[in-house]
Structure formats: structure tokens, C-alpha cells
């Protein structure tokens, strides 16, 4: 268990789903993502798009199931950028890494 652990408000689950990430001001232009850890609170992923901190962004869940108990319950999330790294050329899921804070809390 990570360190800052007991300093989040909702536990964080590992994962590795495939997903579309689009901003709220260009809702018809999706971008490949993969979406690593989850929680109630929110999701880290990563997409070669850039955006910036505190954009409104939407998720879409590529391999959507309601009958999941994971991230995949869902077909779409709003959030927002809460922070970003540059991840570099060569990760496998693109060039940068995002936290994404729901708008609202999701209950898995």
C-alpha cells in the first residue's frame, strides 16, 4: 500500500481499461486512454492528449459492462484535471499521466 494511502479520501484500486478521453469544449473529438487505479473519488490515466489542470474532461469506458464491479460499471465519468505529468515518448498508453477528480462521487 502506498504511503500517502491513509491521507486519500477513498481507497484506490489498481487497473488497466481502455477508455475515450474527451474535453467539455470539444465533445465530438475522443482520444484513446487507459485508465490505471480508480476510486470513488476519482482515476489516474493516461492519453497522448494534452490538457490542462482543472479542464472539465469526460471519460468513456471502451469496454463498458453494467454488471461490473469495477470502473467498467460506468459508460462515462465527468471530472475534472486535478494534476498532470509528462510521462515521455515512450509509455505504452501515451505521453501524459492525469488525476482526474469526478464531479461527483462514484459508488462502485
Not at 76 to 92: E, F, R
Request: some cysteine; hydrophobic content about 20%; aromatic content about 20%.
Amino acid at each position: 500500500m502506498s504511503p500517502y494511502s491513509e491521507q486519500r479520501k477513498y481507497i484506490r484500486v489498481d487497473c488497466n481499461n481502455p477508455a475515450y478521453v474527451y474535453r467539455y469544449e470539444d465533445q465530438d473529438l475522443y482520444y484513446n486512454a487507459s485508465m490505471y487505479n480508480y476510486s470513488s473519488g476519482g482515476h489516474y490515466l493516461a492519453s497522448d492528449e494534452k490538457m490542462d489542470i482543472g479542464q472539465q474532461v469526460y471519460i468513456r469506458i471502451k469496454n463498458y459492462d453494467q454488471a461490473s464491479k469495477g470502473p467498467e460499471k460506468y459508460e462515462n465519468y465527468t471530472g475534472y484535471v486535478k494534476w498532470s505529468t509528462d510521462l515521455g515518448t515512450s509509455h505504452p498508453a501515451g505521453r501524459y499521466g492525469y488525476g482526474i477528480e469526478y464531479a461527483e462521487p462514484i459508488y462502485y
